[in-house]
């Protein structure tokens, strides 16, 4: 084995989890755990892993961030035409990683994600740092640009067009909403003997399994 890869090996040593402790809906497990990550002050706790595939079936990943957690699913924006906006309109399947080292805890997500409803991407984009707009107008997300400078242009011509007035979400930015089917919680314990659970889809209730590690 590569010697510095060797060298990061730790144990694990998180407590339980225990199928008799954890919330029977998991989102409301979920909520539990994000505010433990938040507690333990993780960096970007909402930070997670969206994984989707082409029309081809190659997968592709990247680090998006969580906005929303209800009921109905796990909620991120971006722009429609960035890849993973085409993706996700080629084939809604996608999943989600949450990592949260420092609680030695893992969250799985599987399901199916699609736009949100306008309202909620107007009153996200409404909350934004102005600037952070402006970036989102200016930006062809996942084109190839010439140069950071070209980036920086479009920024600018932006900003100036619009110096006062409140910046109006483009149709090409928005929600997604990742409704799930199943979701796993992991939990590191010592000598890699670690605890999962996993909950399934069952009708409008949820089962719950325990997964071999």
């Known amino acids: 084995m590569d010697e510095t890869l060797a060298a990061l090996r730790r144990e694990y040593a998180g407590a ?10 998991p989102i409301g497990q979920f909520r539990r755990w ?12 909402n930070g997670m892993t ?6 081809d079936g190659r997968p592709a990943a990247r680090i998006v961030l969580l906005k929303l957690a209800d009921e109905r699913g796990f909620v991120f924006f971006t722009s429609y035409d960035s890849r993973k ?37 107007d009153r996200y984009f409404s909350q934004r740092p102005r ?20 980036l920086e242009r479009r920024a600018r011509e932006v900003s100036e067009a619009q110096p ?13 909403r990742l409704e799930p089917t199943t979701i796993e919680f992991w939990q590191g314990r010592e000598d890699r003997l670690h605890d999962r659970l996993r909950y399934r889809r069952a009708g409008a209730a949820w089962a719950i399994d325990r997964l071999a590690p």
């Open 50 to 55: 969206l994984a989707t595939v082409d029309g």
């Open 85 to 121: 906006g085409r993706e996700l309109s080629q084939d809604p399947r996608a999943a989600l990683v949450f990592w949260w080292p420092q609680l030695d805890r893992q969250v799985r997500v599987e399901g199916e994600a699609r736009p949100v409803e306008s309202e909620l991407s």
């Open 34 to 45: 994000l505010d433990d990550a938040v507690r333990a002050e993780v960096p970007l706790a």
């Open 164 to 176: 006062e007035d409140e910046l109006s979400r483009p149709a090409s930015w928005g929600g997604y």
């Open 16 to 25: 339980p989890l225990d199928e008799s402790e954890v919330d029977s809906d």
């Open 131 to 150: 600037q952070s707009n402006i970036s989102a107008i200016a930006s062809p997300q996942s084109a190839p640009v010439s140069s950071r400078a070209e």
